[in-house]
Nanobody
Framework: VQLQASGGGLVQAGGSLRLSCAAS????????MAWFRQAPGKDRDIVAA????????YHANSVKGRFTISRDNAKNALYLTMNSLRPEDTAVYYC??????????????????WGQGTLVTVSS
């Protein structure tokens, strides 16, 4: 499976972006998936995660109420809708798939497929 993240860019504080993650060379329909982000000089942190069927999701406290993770298994795709963006949301955002489970985990080492990352920059 290959994952391709897209949708990043430069946005002013308070603005919105929608990230997409397209899967190819296989299906992720039975995998839990997640979005992580990594700011310069910091660890890669969980942003949001979702079960294989989209029936349950996790959002980090820092993004709760502003970001929403979703997926479309018919399109083999994962999304992250980001509203009310803040400068501290600036980071490279990575999508990930957990082939060993239908249920999400918040630890990065539980995911074995990763996209290449898409940069989100929020200006103040």
């Amino acid at each position: 499976v290959q994952l391709q993240a897209s949708g990043g860019g430069l946005v002013q504080a308070g603005g919105s972006l929608r990230l997409s993650c397209a899967a190819s060379k296989g299906t992720v329909n039975s995998y839990a998936m997640a979005w992580f982000r990594q700011a310069p000089g910091k660890d890669r942190d969980i942003v949001a995660a979702i079960t294989w069927n989209g029936n349950a999701a996790y959002h980090a406290n820092s993004v709760k109420g502003r970001f929403t993770i979703s997926r479309d298994n018919a399109k083999n795709a994962l999304y992250l809708t980001m509203n009310s963006l803040r400068p501290e949301d600036t980071a490279v955002y990575y999508c990930a798939a957990r082939s060993g489970s239908r249920y999400y985990n918040t630890a990065a080492n539980q995911y074995d497929y990763w996209g290449q990352g898409t940069l989100v920059t929020v200006s103040s």
